[in-house]
């Protein structure tokens, strides 16, 4: 079965950094690319960023470029999102996914708020 | 960016309805392969999402066969057939053709 279980939200103080792990199992990790995905609270969904299986190409939504960097360990099975200079509209529930959207996560909560 | 445009942004339904939800884009979806990467997500209430419709018309391992999609290029449908009370929730198109996917803003199913 696969699972996606996504850790290291929380609040945090504008302007400081966070780092988000997504603990990939019941599948080849190292065989797929991976996304990260947002949703703010009461929105929609907000594509995040995306990592190739060998970490080869990496593609960023213009409002986290510079900010954020997408990264993975598939020795570990694990995928990573490092943000920084954190904003108050980067609060939202942050999910790893599959391609295609295939599989996700259930969500980790990032607050950015003094 | 691809715009995905969603309608209606909401749906009431009387359990047993059919229903169907339209998804736009502003450019073709078709990838240089000739596959189509439109899919359907159903969010249930405090849920994540869930793929239930992958490349305009497959279905996702476990989802109903009273849920089935159409659509090219850049005009999509999603029908479901037979409303149960476990398809409510929101409802989302999304593309992962073009860099930077791109999401519906949600059809919103609720039970009439």
């Known amino acids: 079965e696969v699972q996606l279980v996504e850790s290291g939200g929380g609040l945090v103080q504008p302007g400081r950094s966070l780092k988000l792990s997504c603990l990939a199992s019941g599948f080849t990790f190292s065989n797929y690319g991976m996304n990260w995905i947002r949703q703010a609270p009461g929105k929609g969904l907000e594509w995040v960023a995306s990592i190739s299986s060998s970490s080869s190409y990496i593609y960023y939504a213009d409002t986290v470029k510079g900010r954020f960097t997408i990264s993975r360990d598939n020795a570990k099975n694990t995928l990573y999102l490092q943000m920084t200079s954190l904003r108050s509209e980067d609060t939202a529930l942050y999910y790893c996914?599959?391609?295609?959207?295939?599989?996700w996560g259930q969500g980790t909560l990032v607050t950015v708020s003094s | 960016d691809v715009v995905m445009t969603q309608t209606p942004p909401s749906l009431s339904v009387a359990i047993g309805q059919s229903v169907s939800i339209s998804c736009k884009s502003s450019?073709?979806?078709?990838?240089?392969?000739?596959?189509?990467?439109l899919h359907w997500l159903l969010q249930s209430p405090g849920r994540s999402p869930k793929r239930l419709i992958y490349?305009?018309?497959n279905l996702g391992s476990g989802v109903p066969d009273r849920f089935s999609g159409t659509g090219s290029q850049k005009d999509f449908t999603l029908k479901i057939s037979r409303v149960e009370a476990e398809d409510l929730g929101v409802y989302y198109c999304a593309q992962t053709t073009h860099f930077p996917y791109t999401f519906g803003a949600g059809t919103k199913l609720e039970l009439k």
């Open positions: 490349q305009v018309s």
């Open positions: 996914a599959r391609p295609g959207v295939a599989y």
């Open positions: 450019q073709s979806l078709v990838y240089s392969d000739g596959k189509t990467y």
